[in-house]
């Protein structure tokens, strides 16, 4: 909750944005603040439908193999950003208007994404998800009721 211009989180709710903010800033940082919030956001749409992906923010993105960047494979498990750097402070932004639900769902209610410099996967091709929103490289999926989740 915002107290006057501070923001005030618990413990677990800075824990909980933490993770968010950190695995948006690491999948969508070369699409600045607005690919942070997509992607953010898809963590929203996860935990409201948490039949597989997880209920809270660090459980949809410590899934195993949901979000790359957090898998210890992944070349980016180790990058960390610069407290300082412009695009992590826009990302803490981003991230916390998709946290707090303060800025709209821009995804339309994506779960999956993927980016082009990567073959579609399966669930893109298959009837099971429909194309929401495309932004720079990352194009967002929605589950068709009936055919997903995954």
């Known amino acids: 909750m915002w107290v006057g211009m501070e ?18 800033w690491r999948e969508a940082r070369g699409l600045g ?22 209920d809270d923010w660090p ?13 210890a494979s992944d070349p980016q498990f180790k990058t960390f950003p610069v407290p300082a750097e412009a695009s992590w402070i826009g990302a803490l932004v981003a991230a916390l208007g998709a946290f707090l639900r303060s800025v709209p769902d821009p995804t339309d209610k994506s779960t999956m994404y993927y980016d082009t410099s990567i073959p579609a996967p399966v669930w893109a091709t298959d009837g099971s998800h429909m194309a929401t929103v495309n932004l720079g ?5 929605r589950v068709v009721p009936g055919r997903g989740p995954v």
């Open 7 to 24: 923001l005030m989180l618990t413990s677990q709710q800075a824990y909980e944005f933490g993770i968010g903010a950190l695995c948006a």
């Open 33 to 54: 603040s607005e690919g942070i919030l997509h992607v953010a956001w898809t963590f929203n749409n996860r935990a409201d439908d948490p039949s597989i992906f997880g």
């Open 59 to 71: 459980s949809v993105c410590l899934h195993h193999y949901q979000y790359s960047c957090m898998n």
């Open 137 to 141: 490289t990352l194009r967002f999926f």
